[in-house]
């Protein structure tokens, strides 16, 4: 296929290049390439591909949105669509033979990091959409990453931007044994490979819906189209529509510009160290000792597995690289974080103090207010995810263009939206709170006191009133 591919566009200019592909380079190397990658999916296992429904043509529907989108494997949908034009990331460019087969494709290329390229693909989307008919047709993925197929989250609005009429194309895999899903944490892509060729053959059923027109109202609503498209496709797949997005790899909803993520980091350290054996007295003496080491500054913010698994008193240091890869993609995570996030959810601290404490550590220049940015982060230390939407909540808190502490507080109390983020997010599970009211009475049995806590369960049990 490589060298196939890679004809196809020698020798043209950068101008021609930028035009659809004509003449023998298409009605030639176009068949060759479309049954060599049929045969590489064959050799894989996937003997036969059923096909329910029928294409549309380019004319009635210039753009195809396939979903679920569940692996790699998924590729097999070019072969019943004639190889139509995709989207893929820049990174995928410098990927050997895959690089190759982007080119001969005329694929549109991305790269997410960087807001220039993202606008430059957008204007080809458009251009090539609403070409009528100069283009090839497009195939795209409107989920834009992969799930194990349970659920469809939300559409992103590029395939819709256009407001031209869109088939959807569903996928299934209807094999006893689930080998082809990869997704953000799991298997590797090479064991979904290994695990699908050690199958005697794999099952692939590509259905196509009837076209989806448009509203005019859908027209000027991308996002409402890309939502009334979910829910149709969802429907026939007998599965639900979901509001999750994936933002750096987790999936998170959305939530008055919050991401609030699907497995709270926060509660799966807990987890983690309550089957390492850690009491509900060692965590709390675990956090003074993370809080103390924040606030001292003295060994840096940015802490190694090694250091983590020393704060937190921990014999097995896989656990501590656990925790860090909950929060960070190394092997080293801001302290802030872990404190933060884990002290909401272990209910030790009234969430005023809670903030308090997040408000000093993130104004280190002791200016009583905060930047943008700051605020960023510190709402993305609360919530255990990076937070890189938090614009509205800033100029809600703001007054005379400072956000102090009492103005964060009030907002993130008082407002419908964040009053409810925090309630949905930040509440201790049935386990945190047993075993603090367990903690709260052995310290009261020890002192021979009330077990009056003015400050944790009572403002938990009250939440935000």
């Not at 590729?75 to 033979?97: F, G, I, Y």
């Not at 704060?311 to 933060?340: F, N």
């Given at each position: 296929?490589w060298p196939?591919?890679?004809?196809?566009?020698a020798?043209?200019s950068?101008?021609?290049?930028?035009?659809?592909?004509?003449?023998?380079?298409?009605?030639?190397?176009?068949?060759?390439?479309?049954?060599?990658?049929r045969?590489?999916?064959?050799?894989?296992g996937?003997?036969w591909v059923?096909?329910?429904?029928?294409?549309?043509d380019?004319?009635?529907?210039?753009?195809?949105?396939?979903?679920?989108?569940?692996?790699?494997?998924?590729?097999?949908?070019?072969?019943?669509?004639q190889?139509?034009t995709?989207?893929?990331?820049?990174e995928n460019?410098?990927?050997?033979?895959?690089?190759?087969?982007l080119?001969?494709?005329?694929?549109?290329?991305?790269?997410?990091?960087?807001?220039e390229?993202?606008?430059?693909?957008?204007?080809?989307?458009?251009?090539?959409?609403?070409?009528?008919?100069?283009?090839?047709?497009?195939?795209?993925?409107?989920?834009?990453?992969t799930?194990?197929?349970?659920?469809l989250i939300k559409?992103?609005?590029?395939?819709?931007?256009?407001g031209?009429p869109?088939?959807?194309v569903?996928l299934r895999?209807?094999?006893k044994l689930d080998?082809?899903?990869?997704?953000?944490?799991g298997?590797?892509w090479i064991?979904?490979?290994?695990?699908?060729?050690?199958?005697?053959y794999?099952?692939?059923?590509?259905?196509?819906?009837?076209?989806y027109?448009?509203s005019?109202?859908?027209?000027?609503n991308?996002?409402?189209?890309a939502d009334?498209v979910q829910?149709l496709?969802?429907?026939a797949?007998?599965?639900?529509?979901?509001?999750?997005?994936?933002e750096?790899?987790?999936?998170?909803?959305?939530?008055?510009?919050?991401?609030?993520?699907?497995?709270?980091?926060?509660?799966?350290?807990?987890?983690?160290?309550h089957r390492?054996?850690l009491e509900?007295?060692?965590?709390?003496?675990?956090l003074?000792?993370?809080?103390?080491?924040?606030?001292?500054?003295a060994?840096?913010?940015?802490?190694s597995?090694?250091?983590?698994?020393?704060?937190?008193?921990?014999?097995?240091?896989?656990?501590?690289?656990?925790?860090?890869g909950?929060?960070?993609?190394?092997?080293?995570?801001?302290?802030r974080?872990i404190?933060?996030?884990?002290?909401?959810?272990?209910?030790?601290?009234?969430?005023?103090?809670?903030?308090?404490?997040?408000?000093?550590?993130?104004?280190?220049e002791?200016?009583?207010?905060?930047?943008?940015?700051?605020?960023?982060?510190?709402?993305?230390?609360?919530l255990g995810?990076?937070?890189?939407?938090?614009?509205?909540?800033?100029?809600?808190?703001?007054?005379q263009g400072?956000?102090?502490?009492g103005?964060?507080l009030?907002?993130?109390?008082?407002?419908p939206?964040?009053r409810?983020?925090?309630?949905?997010?930040?509440?201790?599970?049935d386990?945190?709170?047993?075993?603090?009211?367990?903690?709260?009475?052995?310290?009261?049995?020890n002192?021979?006191e009330?077990?009056?806590?003015?400050?944790?369960?009572?403002?938990y049990?009250k939440?935000?009133e």
């Amino acid at each position: 296929m490589w060298p196939v591919a890679r004809l196809r566009l020698a020798g043209l200019s950068a101008e021609e290049r930028s035009r659809p592909v004509t003449g023998w380079r298409r009605w030639f190397l176009h068949p060759i390439v479309l049954q060599l990658s049929r045969a590489v999916f064959f050799s894989l296992g996937f003997f036969w591909v059923k096909v329910k429904g029928r294409r549309a043509d380019l004319k009635e529907a210039p753009v195809l949105v396939v979903a679920p989108h569940s692996s790699f494997l998924d590729m097999l949908v070019l072969c019943p669509t004639q190889l139509a034009t995709v989207v893929s990331r820049s990174e995928n460019t410098s990927l050997p033979v895959i690089g190759a087969l982007l080119e001969f494709n005329q694929s549109v290329i991305v790269s997410r990091k960087d807001p220039e390229s993202r606008r430059m693909a957008v204007t080809q989307l458009n251009e090539r959409l609403t070409s009528k008919g100069y283009w090839p047709q497009m195939l795209m993925f409107p989920e834009g990453t992969t799930t194990n197929g349970h659920a469809l989250i939300k559409f992103k609005p590029g395939a819709f931007l256009a407001g031209v009429p869109v088939q959807p194309v569903l996928l299934r895999y209807p094999n006893k044994l689930d080998t082809v899903r990869w997704t953000y944490k799991g298997t590797t892509w090479i064991e979904a490979l290994w695990h699908t060729c050690s199958q005697f053959y794999t099952n692939m059923t590509v259905e196509f819906l009837p076209v989806y027109t448009p509203s005019q109202e859908e027209k000027d609503n991308p996002n409402l189209y890309a939502d009334n498209v979910q829910k149709l496709m969802a429907e026939a797949l007998g599965i639900p529509a979901t509001d999750y997005v994936m933002e750096g790899g987790v999936p998170v909803s959305k939530l008055g510009g919050l991401s609030l993520p699907l497995e709270s980091p926060a509660r799966e350290t807990l987890s983690l160290l309550h089957r390492n054996g850690l009491e509900t007295c060692d965590l709390e003496a675990a956090l003074d000792r993370m809080i103390d080491r924040c606030q001292s500054g003295a060994q840096g913010l940015k802490t190694s597995a090694e250091e983590l698994a020393s704060v937190l008193a921990l014999t097995d240091k896989r656990t501590a690289l656990q925790i860090c890869g909950l929060y960070s993609k190394d092997e080293t995570v801001d302290l802030r974080q872990i404190y933060l996030s884990v002290s909401a959810l272990s209910g030790f601290v009234d969430f005023k103090s809670l903030l308090h404490s997040a408000f000093s550590l993130f104004d280190r220049e002791a200016r009583g207010s905060l930047s943008a940015e700051e605020l960023s982060d510190l709402m993305g230390a609360l919530l255990g995810v990076p937070q890189a939407n938090t614009a509205q909540l800033y100029t809600e808190a703001c007054r005379q263009g400072r956000l102090t502490e009492g103005d964060l507080l009030r907002v993130l109390t008082t407002h419908p939206t964040y009053r409810r983020a925090l309630n949905e997010f930040l509440q201790p599970g049935d386990e945190e709170a047993g075993s603090r009211a367990a903690l709260a009475n052995r310290k009261a049995v020890n002192n021979n006191e009330n077990m009056n806590n003015g400050n944790g369960l009572s403002y938990y049990s009250k939440k935000f009133e």
